[in-house]
């Protein structure tokens, strides 16, 4: 268990080098000089040569890259062109509010899409379970922004029961969580949904109900622990998903968080600030896919990840 | 001879429905099962044999239809009864094991756990009280080391120390009927007489009554005291053990034991039953083994003979042993002299 | 039986050892083996059928697959007619395997089920043999009704099929190409006893018609007894006693083929006889017990089996050759 650990840690390694150079490599082909753009309009070419070799900007491509790394290393991921404050910094005030809203929408994903696939599977060809179904293929095809909008409208504007926008209370966190949070619990829903079903033909099932155990515990305690072994690996690349829907959602509840600077930076061509961003949100990702393995493991202990 | 019945078994039915097809996986099945004995189900693949177990259990899936004039478990019907009175008489007075040992545990609960569950559930005892329970059940089936076993989880234990752990887990609360579903059949033969030996030892030792369900008659040589055949969802005969060795009754009794390779002697040519099984939603009209029966009449293609008992007390569904066979004209000669077993050597 | 003396050897298994990779550790270094087969000679005879017996994780059916080069032998020589296998290409192999053909024991697995019987069958005609297209047809048919299924089955799909019947179009594929021998690996395992005879008959009378040979693997001893001229019984990759069916079934001089003799219920009480019950479970093939690989379950063994490792020798007046120290002592 330690070994297989310490090798998964070590894995990512690859992965966020990988993750940087690909970072890295976009952002120099964005259009526009930044150079230029930072010495400003009325600079001269003079002025603008000097800003470059002092940023180390007509150095091989290679040698930035080393820079960038070696920088990053030592936790410096630059300066922000637009408030000229440390990208750490910035990254480090919005960050907490992004992890709380997506902390909140997996726990709406998890909580209410494993409940509508176990109900769903335990009352196979039901109306209840094609009801959930059809409900879940909505929520997977809602655009995210657009289930914003309408939460917002209904329990907002008509009902003024969750604020409009903003972030502080737990009233706030309600409806972005919801908005980022269904289309995820409708994808966990059928996923757990055909898992359970599958664990359900399984001889060991069989064999609780031969002992005379409830239909309860064995739905709940026989057939769920083993049918969340490929729930967590939806959970995982759902957390990516959110990570993107993010960008939308905070911008359409106006939420000072990390997506809603990504895309600010983006607009004021903030090339260092969205550098330093989607290099943390991918480290963030390779980080939850590392506790997803590492989970599997501990659920099913059987699967052999090497 | 003449303890109790505990089990009666009277024109059990389980049906499939599929569409506009039926399925007669079990078609009017009795038998009876005395205290303390082991009564053996035999048949080959498709007979319904351990689809009569999972009816008797009332474990067939929803699509099962079960019938019948009735399951009768010390003289109730188990027909009758609630799923929640059938939960408390399963794993507790009715108890299982199956063929699989590799996938009939929970993978994710030590085996310890497992066994407790029984306990807990059936007899009211608590965390601590059903785990020791349990660590003696285990010794008891023979698992070395009992305390360390009963907190692994079943992938960590062998094909054979799974099958103890099941027959530990069926026989925690004492029950008074264990029905054993192909047992052996996954497991090699030093296992197997490991196993074998082992269940006839506990069932001395804990007095239940057995059903044997294989298909392997050295199995039920070596464990059953009666004997039922089945063939294409019918009981075929119903003997004592010897008999069946020693005076098989039913054309296909007969030629299943001719057709077995014994490791004791050598044939030229093993006997084989021509043909296949019937489809089981498309049965022939009259006896179900007639299209393969070595001395079918007319009589046998058009009307299904009843199970008829004999005078030595075996029962036997075959016309050649009815007043109607000496009727018939006949067509390829006498039970005794064609069909029966060659007692050569 | 014919003494296989006098006979040629057709296939010639000398020292074959087939080990698999264990990964582990941080690096996924190779860190240990499983000794699938350890060690392992023997001789097939034209014309014969040598049987493999043992239990789960013997060895058996790796034995069969590293002969048909599916697995990569560690070590040894495989010589068929002469030519050692393991040295050929996978081209010149390829032209190997019309001569050895090989029945598996789920015949359902191996059929494709989008393509007719008749052309699963001819697929190996095609490949392996320069058969013109027209005669291909009639020689389907024909090997069909040799496996006593009728010629128009040619133009139905496998899962119209029931399993006995499967195997005998496994049976008509292997013998399209007029292969010499066939590798039977538990092939009338999965059938139903009235079935089974039907093939084991089936089998048989191929053998003598186009004077096969099979090296024929398979857990159940009742069926060994009845197809084999000669027995070989494995236990934990090694070959632990050898010779003419009959002298192992009758007069077994390994304790541990005693053992699974004396194991399968017996159907005829009259003759049952003295149960030998061993022990606990096979041990590993991973780290697999010093000196006699039988001596942790062995109730004869002492220090010394512990300790050293006995070579398979002659034993007694039969044809049995045994590795055990005591197998005269014991019979």
């Known amino acids: 268990m330690f070994i297989f650990i310490v090798r998964r840690v070590l894995q990512t390694i690859p992965v966020l080098i990988g993750v940087s150079l690909v970072v890295f490599l976009i952002m120099q082909m964005v259009p526009g000089d930044p150079a230029v753009l930072l010495a400003g309009e009325s600079a001269t070419e003079e002025q603008v040569n000097q800003l470059r070799s002092q940023l180390g900007l007509d150095q091989p491509l290679y040698i930035q890259y080393f820079d960038y790394i070696k920088n990053v290393i030592q936790g410096d991921l630059g300066t922000s062109i637009r408030s000229n404050r440390p990208v750490l910094d910035e990254i480090l005030v919005r960050l907490p509010v992004t992890i709380e809203l997506a902390f909140w929408s997996i726990v709406v994903t998890v909580v209410l899409g494993l409940l509508a696939g176990v109900i769903s599977a335990t009352k196979q060809r039901s109306l209840t379970d094609v009801s959930i179904m059809v409900a879940a293929l909505i929520g997977v095809s809602l655009p995210n922004f657009w289930l914003g909008l309408m939460l917002i409208l209904y329990f907002s504007v008509q009902f003024q029961i969750f604020p409009v926008s903003g972030w502080g209370t737990f009233a706030h966190i309600v409806l972005p969580a919801l908005t980022l949070g269904t289309s995820g619990a409708a994808?966990?829903?059928?996923?757990?949904?055909?898992?359970?079903?599958?664990?359900?033909?399984?001889?060991?099932?069989?064999?609780?109900?031969?002992?005379?155990?409830?239909?309860?515990?064995?739905?709940?305690?026989?057939?769920?622990?083993?049918?969340?072994?490929?729930?967590?690996?939806?959970?995982?690349?759902?957390?990516?998903?959110?990570?993107?829907?993010?960008?939308?959602?905070?911008?359409?509840?106006?939420?000072?968080?990390?997506?809603?600077?990504?895309?600010?930076?983006?607009?004021?061509?903030?090339?260092?600030l969205v550098q330093g961003s989607i290099l943390v949100v991918s480290a963030l990702f390779v980080l939850v896919n590392l506790i997803v393995d590492i989970s599997y493991k501990f659920v099913d202990k059987k699967v052999d990840l090497n | 001879m003449t303890s109790k019945e505990i089990l009666k078994v009277r024109g059990l039915k389980t049906h499939f429905k599929s569409g506009k097809k039926v399925v007669k996986a079990v078609d009017g099945v009795d038998f009876e099962v005395k205290e303390g004995e082991t009564l053996g189900i035999v048949g080959e693949s498709g007979c319904g044999k351990s689809m009569t177990s999972l009816s008797i259990m009332r474990l067939v899936d929803e699509q099962g239809e079960i019938s019948g004039d009735g399951v009768y478990f010390k003289d109730q019907n188990l027909l009758d009864k609630s799923e929640e009175e059938m939960r408390s008489i399963r794993g507790n007075q009715i108890s299982m094991i199956f063929q699989e040992p590799m996938t009939s545990l929970n993978p994710v609960f030590t085996v310890g756990e497992q066994i407790s569950e029984s306990l807990r559930i059936h007899q009211g005892l608590n965390k601590s009280e059903a785990w020791k329970r349990s660590v003696e059940m285990l010794e008891l089936v023979g698992i070395p080391s009992p305390e360390k076993r009963a907190k692994q989880e079943p992938h960590e234990l062998s094909g054979g120390m799974r099958q103890r752990v099941m027959i530990a887990m069926a026989l925690a609360c004492n029950p008074s009927l264990l029905i054993a579903d192909e047992p052996t059949t996954a497991l090699d033969v030093t296992i197997q007489a490991q196993i074998l030996d082992l269940l006839k030892k506990l069932q001395s030792e804990f007095n239940s009554a057995v059903i044997m369900i294989t298909h392997d008659l050295g199995v039920v040589a070596e464990t059953c005291d009666n004997v039922v055949v089945m063939y294409s969802g019918k009981v075929v005969e119903h003997t004592h053990v010897d008999q069946l060795f020693d005076n098989p009754l039913h054309p296909y009794t007969q030629g299943l034991l001719k057709a077995m390779p014994r490791i004791d002697e050598d044939v030229d040519e093993l006997y084989a039953i021509e043909g296949t099984v019937p489809n089981p939603d498309n049965l022939p009209k009259g006896c179900r083994f007639a299209p393969r029966c070595p001395i079918a009449k007319d009589i046998c293609h058009e009307k299904l003979p009843e199970l008829t008992p004999l005078e030595s007390g075996s029962k036997v569904r075959c016309f050649a042993y009815t007043d109607e066979w000496n009727k018939e004209e006949s067509q390829n000669g006498d039970i005794n002299k064609e069909a029966a077993p060659s007692q050569g050597n | 039986m014919v003494t296989s003396t006098k006979k040629q050897p057709l296939l010639k298994v000398t020292n074959l050892k087939q080990y698999f990779p264990i990964k582990g550790g941080i690096f996924s270094r190779t860190v240990n083996h499983v000794k699938a087969v350890d060690d392992v000679s023997f001789t097939v005879y034209e014309g014969e059928t040598l049987s493999i017996v043992g239990e789960s994780g013997c060895g058996k059916s790796t034995t069969g697959r590293s002969i048909l080069r599916l697995e990569n032998p560690t070590s040894g020589e495989v010589r068929f007619n002469n030519i050692n296998l393991l040295d050929l290409t996978k081209r010149e192999m390829r032209a190997a395997r019309k001569d050895i053909q090989v029945i598996f024991q789920d015949p359902f697995a191996s059929l494709n089920p989008r393509q007719t019987v008749g052309r699963i069958i001819e697929e190996a005609m095609e490949i392996l043999t320069d058969m013109p297209r027209e005669k291909r047809l009639d020689r389907v048919k024909e090997l069909l009704q040799q496996v006593g299924l009728r010629p128009e089955y040619a133009y139905r799909y496998p899962h119209e099929f029931s399993g006995g019947q499967r195997q005998r179009i496994g049976i008509a594929r292997a013998l399209a190409t007029n292969p010499k021998l066939i590798i039977c690996d538990e092939a009338v395992s999965a059938l139903d006893v009235s079935v089974q005879a039907q093939v084991l008959n089936l089998l048989k009378k191929l053998q003598k018609q186009y004077n096969l040979t099979y090296l024929f693997i398979s857990h159940d001893l009742g069926v060994v007894r009845h197809i084999s001229d000669r027995v070989m019984v494995m236990y934990l990759g090694k070959v632990v006693e050898i010779g003419e069916k009959k002298d192992i079934f009758d007069h077994p001089q390994h304790p541990y083929t005693k053992a699974l003799l004396s194991a399968i219920p017996e159907p005829d009480r009259t003759k049952r006889k003295e149960r030998v019950i061993l022990k606990g479970d096979v041990p590993s093939p991973i780290n697999p017990p010093t000196g006699c690989r039988f001596h942790t379950r062995c109730p004869f063994a002492t220090e010394y089996c512990k300790q050293n490792e006995p070579t398979i020798e002659q034993v007694g007046d039969k044809t049995n050759r045994v590795a055990c120290f005591y197998a005269e002592e014991l019979s």
């Open chain 1, 187 to 272: 994808i966990v829903a059928r996923m757990t949904r055909s898992s359970m079903l599958e664990v359900i033909r399984q001889d060991y099932i069989r064999t609780a109900k031969a002992k005379g155990v409830k239909q309860r515990y064995i739905v709940y305690k026989h057939a769920l622990k083993n049918a969340l072994v490929p729930v967590i690996t939806v959970v995982g690349l759902q957390f990516g998903a959110l990570l993107g829907g993010t960008v939308l959602t905070e911008s359409v509840f106006a939420i000072n968080g990390l997506g809603r600077m990504i895309v600010d930076a983006i607009r004021m061509r903030d090339l260092p």
